[in-house]
């Protein structure tokens, strides 16, 4: 895939990141930051994919499976995910998530991001300082 994919893929994150720090309710909280995670790994899946012109794409697959073949170093985190992504769908079904799970989420996500900048050989910073905010004690 070209950088720009990535890129705009890296972009897309951090900006949904910022987001989900945002947000409003602990459901929007907690569906942001999974989505940061899925666009960072779809990022990683980007870089480390290539296919020849004329060539069929694969059949679709998972991304959290895919990552975890492309960049085993990131093996847990992507069954992490994979398992926050069914409590996504439940909260966008109706469930409540409480502020605790949707912050652990975010805080995961963050730092998910920063290991996916460094895997693809890019600066980062840790915590939220990188993405211009403060954070401040929320109910």
Do not use: K
Not at 59 to 80: F, G, I, N
């Amino acid at each position: 895939m070209p950088a720009a994919t990535t890129f705009d893929l890296l972009d897309r994150a951090r900006s949904t990141l910022v987001s989900a720090h945002r947000s409003e309710t602990t459901n929007d909280r907690y569906v942001n930051a999974h989505l940061a995670a899925l666009r960072s790994a779809a990022a990683v899946v980007s870089a480390r994919t290539s296919r020849p012109a004329g060539r069929r794409p694969a059949p679709m697959r998972d991304t959290w499976t895919v990552l975890a073949s492309l960049a085993p170093e990131l093996t847990e985190w992507a069954d992490y995910f994979a398992l926050c992504g069914a409590r996504r769908g439940a909260l966008e079904a109706g469930q409540v998530a409480s502020p605790r799970e949707a912050d652990d989420l975010l805080r995961d996500s963050e730092t998910f991001h920063g290991l996916v900048l460094g895997a693809l050989g890019l600066p980062f910073e840790s915590g939220s300082a990188h993405l211009g905010l403060a954070v401040a004690g929320r109910g």
